[in-house]
């Protein structure tokens, strides 16, 4: 932890900083109260168990309260420029006035971008999923049937940040496939129709249908 936190502040203390290694850092944090012995996995006794699942509870935890907090930035965001008469990220030509001023501030071209931008009906639906994404995935933590859905989701929305916006956050997409993708908690028998029906608020519709 103290080697990466060290790394980290030496790599941002050059003019540009750089979020993609924040949530290592909290991680590293965390994986710091592994109880001794947990890899141990045949000789380990119930109370390493406990506190090694806790751990990793606990890593799902913080990697998806970052994403919700991100989402409830948005949301937020876009009601106080609602409310001033901006355009926000939620109007039909949002994203694609995002993108069109990140692309021009970098003076580059990416393999989405100006597509999305010509077609911002499609980025519109692009960024409405990512909120719901982003927005229900502390939620997520305690539906371990999601967890391997979300996790997709969420690596297929870094991807796509890379190939419209040229922001990479590949180490978030590592943690995403180890801890949630890999997720101890997800059930051993899981159907299709289950995970349909766990989905925050398309569940509750279609319950209520």
Same mark, same amino acid.
């Given at each position: 932890?103290?080697?990466?936190?060290?790394?980290?502040?030496?790599?941002?203390?050059?003019?540009?900083?750089?979020?993609?290694?924040?949530?290592?850092?909290?991680?590293?944090?965390?994986?710091?109260?592994?109880?001794?012995?947990?890899?141990?996995?045949?000789?380990?006794?119930?109370?390493t168990k406990f506190e090694t699942l806790l751990v990793f509870f606990s890593c799902q935890?913080?990697?998806?309260?970052?994403?919700?907090?991100?989402?409830?930035?948005?949301?937020?965001?876009?009601?106080?420029?609602?409310? $001033?008469?901006?355009?926000?990220?939620?109007?039909?030509? $949002?994203l694609a006035m995002t993108i069109a001023d990140r692309l021009l501030s970098i003076d580059t071209t990416t393999y989405l971008g100006e597509w999305l931008i010509e077609h911002y009906y499609v980025s519109l639906l692009l960024?409405?999923?990512?909120v719901y994404l982003q927005f229900f995935s502390l939620f997520v933590l305690f539906i371990p049937s999601l967890h391997q859905l979300w996790a997709c989701g969420l690596i297929l929305f870094h991807v796509g940040v890379f190939l419209t916006l040229k922001i990479s956050f590949w180490e978030n997409c590592l943690w995403l496939i180890l801890f949630m993708l890999y997720s101890p908690f997800i059930p051993k028998y899981l159907?299709?129709?289950?995970?349909?029906?766990?989905?925050?608020?398309?569940?509750?519709?279609?319950?209520?249908?």
């Open positions: 932890f103290v080697s990466l936190l060290e790394f980290v502040a030496f790599k941002n203390s050059f003019v540009l900083i750089s979020h993609s290694e924040h949530l290592s850092i909290l991680l590293s944090f965390i994986l710091i109260f592994l109880p001794s012995g947990w890899q141990s996995v045949a000789k380990v006794n119930k109370s935890a913080f990697i998806l309260l970052t994403y919700t907090m991100s989402g409830i930035g948005k949301i937020i965001t876009s009601i106080t420029q609602f409310l $001033g008469g901006k355009v926000h990220i939620l109007a039909p030509q $949002g960024m409405l999923g990512t159907s299709w129709k289950q995970t349909i029906m766990d989905l925050p608020l398309f569940g509750w519709i279609l319950a209520k249908i």
